[in-house]
């Protein structure tokens, strides 16, 4: 089992910044590839980035390619999305996700353990 505990959404202005943080415990946590995905209101959860186990590959949705970075480190048990260049069709849900492989993937359902979610709200 897997718990994973995401922080750092809020409320910013259009072009600025955040930092998201998914906290990762439980067994071989550090084993897993692990994702963000996001949902707006009366969408569906689509993908944003992923990280494999070792922080060695990283793969990003056209959306926010070039805008976010998707870290990770192992030592702290935790896998960031750094956002920048925020734009109002950023505003979401955001979600971190586990997968036990030693790939990364954008398919939503093969990701075995999820989040609470954080809001992330942009303004224009």
């Known amino acids: 089992q897997v718990q994973l505990v995401e922080s750092g959404g809020g409320l910013v202005q259009a072009g600025g910044s955040l930092r998201l943080s998914c906290a990762t415990s439980?067994?071989?946590?550090?084993?897993?590839?692990m994702a963000w995905f996001r949902q707006a209101p009366g969408k569906g959860r689509e993908f944003v980035a992923a990280?494999?186990?070792?922080?060695?590959?990283?793969r990003y949705a056209d959306s926010v390619k070039d805008r976010f970075t998707c870290s990770r480190d192992n030592t702290k048990n935790t896998v960031y999305l750094q956002m920048n260049g925020l734009k109002p069709e950023d505003t979401a849900v955001y979600f971190c996700?586990?997968?036990?492989?030693?790939?990364?993937?954008?398919?939503?359902?093969?990701?075995?353990?999820w989040g609470q979610g954080t809001q992330v709200t942009v303004s224009s």
């Open positions: 996700a586990a997968h036990f492989s030693l790939v990364t993937t954008a398919i939503r359902d093969e990701y075995d353990y």
């Open positions: 990280i494999s186990w070792n922080g060695g590959t990283t």
């Open positions: 439980g067994r071989s946590a550090s084993s897993y590839a």
